[in-house]
């Protein structure tokens, strides 16, 4: 996995595919430099967000991600217990990607059902952990469980 810092101030996230890899299943191999995870600055100064959009597995073995979702919806995804342990980092919480007053509140404790909406997980700067769990947990454990590599159980 690669954290990218290029030159312009962007950063993202990525699964690299090395030039020689075993054989794996394909929606692994679809996974690889595709899906990439920006790290934009976020609504405090010292702070960036990664969005939350995790991926899923079409009928193609293509890896996809959808962007809105309930709270409810991410929680049953990416596991309510996991999103409260990324969230328990110092500096570290879930919230609407953008402040709307017609979006509801993000609360872990009381996932809404409702309305969908875009997420983001926002952590301070210095923090070079956090969007690296974040991507794993977002983007690469939902693909491992698809195949079978990793059973919904797992941590």
């Known amino acids: 996995m690669h954290d990218n810092h290029w030159v312009n101030g962007e950063r993202d996230l990525v699964l690299y595919k090395p030039t020689v890899v075993p054989e794996m299943p394909s929606a692994l191999s679809n996974l690889h430099n595709r899906l990439r995870s920006g790290i934009s ?7 960036l967000r990664v969005m939350v959009f995790p991926t899923y597995v079409d009928a193609h073995d293509r890896p996809r991600i959808k962007k809105s979702l309930t709270t409810a919806d991410i929680a049953d995804q990416v596991g309510l217990r996991h999103l409260r342990e990324l969230t328990s980092r110092e500096g570290v919480r879930l919230e609407s990607a953008f402040d ?7 609360d872990l404790d009381d996932p809404q059902a409702e309305k969908s909406l875009q997420h983001a997980l926002f952590f301070p700067a210095a923090d070079d952990e956090t969007p690296v769990v974040a991507f794993v ?15 919904p159980d797992d941590d």
Request: glycine share 10%; net charge positive.
């Open 137 to 151: 947990c977002f983007r690469i454990v939902p693909v491992l469980r698809h195949i079978g590599w990793l059973s």
């Open 100 to 106: 709307r007053p017609d979006l509801p509140p993000v």
């Open 41 to 47: 600055d976020g609504a405090k100064h010292g702070e």
